[in-house]
């Protein structure tokens, strides 16, 4: 090892737009000299990249914060900096709770970390940037963490004020970046050999609304589809609010956007619906599902559903329950309601016991289980087309990869792909969770 070398170690939690964000500290801290490292025992500098959409979440954070605090107390030079979603609703009270940490760094002030790294190294105080009337975006340079998949950033924040959620409150109000400088990034990821981007925001449907151009979702869309070397064209998170005909119609044209929508509903009763505030009905949201469907045949449609929130009755639950089978969804991403500090949903009266929201996450993922096989062993004996990610975790002689649709697929590594390739792979069989299959050669094709 070359002497004085430093080192970084960064550890994200929460959504893609975290995994952004944090190529982006990543990124500057390249600039500084430091490499990456995955040992935390090495490191000079460690950035946890938090997320506070729900307990658990925090949980995990403080929890690991808990055990940097020994490493600390053998080398005080190490810089431990504590960023994202929970840095900017927590702020100084993350010195309070552990004093060992250095850094506290908000969603708006990713660009402070390499002046803040410089402080702190001239002297041990406790540095805060959570200024939230600054610039939502910054021309940062990002270290990507993957080859062949790039995350692009197309908005922050969020308008929408969902009475369960805290994300207003911690990335503040919807901010769209300029298709150009959209467009130019694409670019340069394509030119560096990237097959695969997906355009993240917390509502993309609503991208544009605060621009003076005529932008919106569907011209974004249609402008990225145009540019050469990109295979897949991905995109996170829609909106049954703002979503439209004019952006579906865009998603089913543009050749290279994915036949994947990850579509939120919920929950599926409209009463609930209005106190969380979604501004849409089931029929609406029917509605949306139909035309997609019927302008993207092989569509897979995947949605987030909360139990538990304030006020679900058992026959509300049932409607939530009914509900996923008439969708028919590929998958359900379930969450149990956790109460946000500062939210509305946190204060409202009747509140879900504890056991009665287990109880219904399980019931509900026992029904959508059923749909997610049913969906996935119809897939049996077709081909996809799949970009080659590496082998599993568990088992280096399994590789996986994912359809345009996200689905995974393992197969026994037989040596015929690299990574980063597209292949075809006849599914064998359709599991819940997971497809298995193989790769089909031209030989036996
Ligand atoms: N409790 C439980 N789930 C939540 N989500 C957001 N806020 C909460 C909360 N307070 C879920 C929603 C959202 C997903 C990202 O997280 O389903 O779509
Ligand atoms: Fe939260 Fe609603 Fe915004 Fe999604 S749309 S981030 S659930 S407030």
């Known amino acids: 090892m070359i002497q004085n070398e430093k080192f970084y170690f960064i550890q994200t939690y929460g959504c893609q737009m975290n995994q952004s964000d944090s190529e982006h500290y990543a990124g500057q801290l390249e600039e500084l000299g430091y490499r990456q490292t995955d040992e935390l025992t090495m490191a000079d500098v460690i950035l946890l990249n938090t997320c506070c959409v729900r307990e658990t979440a925090e949980d995990k954070t403080l929890g690991k914060i808990g055990e940097l605090k020994h490493l600390k107390d053998e080398n005080p030079d190490l810089i ?25 760094i908000g969603t708006h002030n990713i660009h402070t970390l390499i002046d803040l790294i410089k402080e702190r190294q001239q002297k041990k105080e406790h540095y805060l940037a959570s200024d939230m009337h600054v610039p939502a975006f910054h021309e940062l ?28 409150y911690v990335r503040g109000r919807e901010v769209s970046r300029p298709v150009q400088s959209v467009v130019e990034e694409v670019r340069r990821v394509a030119d560096a050999g990237y097959k695969e981007i997906t355009l993240l925001g917390q509502n993309v449907n609503s991208y544009g609304k605060d621009l003076s151009s005529h932008d919106d979702f569907a011209s974004l869309l249609r402008a990225v589809d145009e540019i050469d070397g990109i295979e897949r064209i991905r995109y996170m998170t829609s909106h049954p609010k703002d979503m439209n005909y004019d952006a579906i119609d865009a998603i089913a044209e543009c050749h290279k956007v994915v036949n994947h929508m990850h579509l939120p509903i919920q929950c599926g009763n409209d009463a609930l619906l209005k106190k969380m505030n979604r501004g849409y009905t089931v029929e609406h949201y029917m509605d949306l599902v139909d035309y997609a469907r019927k302008r993207i045949p092989d569509l897979v449609l995947t949605t987030d559903i909360i139990v538990g929130f304030p006020g679900e009755t058992e026959d509300m639950f049932m409607d939530t329950l009914q509900f996923l089978k008439r969708c028919q969804y590929d998958m359900a991403y379930t969450f149990m309601y956790s109460p946000r500090t500062g939210t509305p949903a946190a204060t409202m009266e009747d509140q879900i016991p504890q056991e009665v929201k287990s109880s219904r996450l399980q019931r509900l993922m026992d029904v959508q289980n059923v749909y997610s096989l049913k969906k996935n062993q119809a897939m049996e004996r077709h081909i996809y087309d799949v970009i080659v990610e590496g082998p599993t975790k568990n088992d280096k002689n399994h590789w996986f990869g994912r359809t345009t649709g996200n689905k995974m697929i393992i197969w026994e590594n037989d040596g015929s792909a690299a990574i ?16 298995k299959g193989h790769i089909v050669h031209k030989s036996n094709m």
């Open 80 to 104: 431990i900096a504590v960023t994202g979603c929970m840095a900017q609703e927590w702020q100084d009270r993350l010195f309070k709770r552990a004093p060992h940490i250095d850094l506290v």
């Open 141 to 168: 340079p990002a270290k990507r963490f993957q080859k062949f998949f790039a995350w692009i950033p197309i908005m922050n924040g969020c308008n929408n004020f969902c009475t369960y959620c805290i994300v207003p």
């Open 420 to 435: 980063g390739d597209t292949v075809p792979v006849m599914v064998d069989k359709g599991q819940t969770w997971v497809l």
